[in-house]
């Protein structure tokens, strides 16, 4: 059986092997990823995001006990930031996750973000394409956001969990300016700590505020309380991402999703191809700019008019 | 960075071990040589090394020891991932293994022990090297 057929047979080596392909940029991994790529669309693809110590990685382990617990296969990806400067990193989210390494209808990958932006690695999309051709029900995506800078995971989920927890006075301020908005389920974990009554009545307030502007049948971001620790909360998460999933499908927006997201993988892909051919085409240009005879403006603009096609 | 691909290496401790400064202290070493380090917790089974290992598809899994116990986990983590079909993967050790130890373990299929006192330098060459070597021999 060669790796597509595996892939598409659920076979964990093989998904993890395809993976690892994609990841590495390995031509084989493309060739393979076109032959799978009829089978995905049907995943339910769901981020999981906050800062850092917000306990995401022990959320995630007790959102797969309770999918397990409904009978679901679900693979997670757990995205940690390589190092800028080495390329190296320590990938440590499965460590908290470990109870559910045997159980074989759990798939647990870590990447790097390898240089990627957005708390993504360029890798992300096609992962979650392997998982979801495998055949996974849910697959839950763990990165670290702060800011909006790191909202890319919005835009490959189709439901997003932000965790936030009690004290971090920056943070909720972090939110005010995205986070909030970017997300369809917001969790407040360690909600056993001092400080959580104070924090969930100002997510209240922020909750409210947002669903005062918001039309009848849209998506009302429910706000829900945690404590990953002790295995507290899990079940009320399951059912709001089982609603907002529910939701997405009613209101057509599920296919919709995955099809912008496709689209925009395309776009970046084709973004980074030309950008490359680019380079390649202009060296006359790039001397010129670097020795400051042309300023940046002239030199794009005729580069572009030196490339077929109409003129913009 | 495109075209990158970092040698991906599982940190594991096997048994009830609970000591973790050498497996911190070698997966910061490795990270500073562009590894990707992957840790799998304490206290775990072969079997859950294994599939991890597979799951991670991992170019390396080193194994962490400093209780009694290795002469027996160690290679029943070997031949689960050889059963797997995953006997491409390098499997390396280090800790407090007694010298005398250090042939069954070769045996079992441990490319390499790091004992006591190992320079983490050392081990960064060895990955590094087994690396290079390996993707020279992936060539066309």
Redesign the interface.
Known sequence: MDLAAAVLAGQVAAGARLIRWLDDGDPRGRAALREIYPATGRAHIVGITGPPGAGKSTLVDILIAQERARGRRVAVLAVDPSSPFTGGAILGDRLRMSRHAVDPGVFIRSLGTRGGRGGLSRATYDATAVMDAMGYERIFVETVGVGQEEMDVTALAHSTVIVAVPGLGDEVQAMKAGLLEAGEILVLNKADRDGHAQTLRHLELLVHLRTGTQAADAWHTPLLSAVASRGEGAAAIVAALDAHREHLHRCGEFSLQSGRRSEQQFLAIAGARLRERLLELAPELRAQVRTQQLDPYTAAERLVAALPGPDP | ??????L?VLLAKLGMDTHTVGITVV??A????????????LK??P???A??A????VDVVGVSSLSAGHTRSLPRLARLLRE???ADKLLVAGGVIPEEDVPLLEEAGYARIFTMGTDTRQIVAYLTAWGAARSGALQP
């Open positions: 960075m495109s075209g990158a691909r970092p991906r997966a910061h490795l990270r500073e040589a562009g590894m990707e380090v992957i840790f799998t917790g775990q089974t079997e859950a090394v599939s991890a597979i799951q991670e598809d797997a079909g995953a």
